[in-house]
Each structure stands twice: as structure tokens, then as C-alpha cells.
């Protein structure tokens, strides 16, 4: 049987170069610094990657491969949760398309291949506006924001 799937897709401006941007989403002393997590891998097509929690117990959250990249305007990767990365139903993928546009970058996310309705479905559309916001602060002011803060009661 066939789920249906979705997808989400995000687009941010940010004063910043290619060059940056692309190395924020995969240099691990980065990623740490506006996620939370440090993206770890070779950068390679084949190769694995893990979203590393930059804590002590350094929790694996996800893990995939790398599909495609050509720095600095494309990466590729698979997405999935370590307990279902024995099941290739359960991959996704993710697209970071980075372009030069007058004095910035525009960044364009696109997770696709989601099973709509999923845990991870809802994570992601919850996710990755928080995550490209804190990653568009860092580059911009030098700090990013807090991807773990919860909304404040009224």
C-alpha cells in the first residue's frame, strides 16, 4: 500500500555569500552554533551523514546519505529516524539550493518525500522555520537564536 506523501518548502534572504551558507549547513562547529546539532559527514555522494546533538550524550537524531552536492549550491541528502533507517520507505529527502541574488543568498529548503500525516512531517514544518531563522541570525549578527524555545503562555 502506498502513503501519501508531502512536502515542505521553506525560502529565506540572507546577507551572506554562497560560500557561507553552504558551509554553515555542513561544517559541524557551525551547525552547533544555530541547531543545536552538529551535521557530521564526509560531504561525499554515498556517503552517510548524522544530526548529531551537540550535548554530552551526543544523541544521533537523524541519519541518511548524501545524494548530491555541488558546493556551494546544492546538497542533497536522505533524512530518516535512526529506529526506522532499516526501512528505505521510511527516507526522505532533503534539497538545499543556495543562489547568489544581488547582495545576498537566497536559500531554498525543500523536504519532500515525507509520509504526510507522519511524526516527522509535523517535526519538520515545526523545525526548519526555527532552524533557517536561527541559521539566517548567526550569519547575519554573529548569534543565533534558541531552536529549543517553547511558546510562552498567554
Given at each position: 500500500?502506498?502513503?501519501?506523501?508531502?512536502?515542505?518548502v521553506?525560502?529565506?534572504?540572507?546577507?551572506?555569500?554562497?560560500?557561507?551558507?553552504?558551509?554553515?549547513?555542513?561544517?559541524?562547529?557551525?551547525?552547533?552554533?544555530?541547531?543545536?546539532?552538529?551535521?557530521?559527514?564526509?560531504?561525499?555522494?554515498?556517503?552517510?551523514?548524522?544530526?548529531?546533538?551537540?550535548?554530552?550524550?551526543?544523541?544521533?537524531?537523524?541519519?541518511?546519505?548524501?545524494?548530491?552536492?555541488?558546493?556551494?549550491?546544492?546538497?542533497?541528502?536522505?533524512?530518516?529516524?535512526?529506529?526506522?533507517?532499516?526501512?528505505?520507505?521510511?527516507?526522505?529527502?532533503?534539497?538545499?539550493?543556495?543562489?547568489?541574488?544581488?547582495?545576498?543568498?537566497?536559500?531554498?529548503?525543500?523536504?519532500?518525500?515525507?509520509?504526510?500525516?507522519?511524526?516527522?512531517?509535523?517535526?519538520?514544518?515545526?523545525?526548519?522555520?526555527?532552524?533557517?531563522?536561527?541559521l539566517?541570525?548567526?550569519?547575519?549578527?554573529?548569534?543565533?537564536?534558541?531552536?529549543?524555545?517553547?511558546?510562552?503562555?498567554?
Amino acid at each position: 500500500m502506498n502513503k501519501d506523501r508531502t512536502r515542505f518548502v521553506y525560502v529565506t534572504y540572507i546577507r551572506s555569500t554562497p560560500e557561507k551558507v553552504f558551509e554553515a549547513i555542513t561544517k559541524p562547529e557551525i551547525t552547533r552554533r544555530y541547531w543545536g546539532h552538529e551535521n557530521v559527514s564526509e560531504w561525499k555522494p554515498g556517503s552517510t551523514w548524522e544530526h548529531v546533538r551537540a550535548n554530552e550524550q551526543r544523541t544521533v537524531n537523524i541519519v541518511g546519505k548524501v545524494v548530491e552536492t555541488s558546493p556551494p549550491s546544492r546538497l542533497v541528502i536522505s533524512w530518516a529516524s535512526p529506529s526506522e533507517a532499516a526501512d528505505p520507505a521510511s527516507y526522505s529527502r532533503v534539497t538545499f539550493d543556495v543562489e547568489s541574488y544581488e547582495d545576498m543568498v537566497r536559500l531554498t529548503v525543500t523536504h519532500d518525500e515525507l509520509e504526510a500525516g507522519s511524526a516527522m512531517a509535523k517535526g519538520v514544518t515545526q523545525g526548519w522555520p526555527i532552524v533557517l531563522s536561527s541559521l539566517k541570525s548567526l550569519l547575519e549578527t554573529g548569534q543565533g537564536i534558541d531552536v529549543f524555545a517553547k511558546p510562552k503562555a498567554a
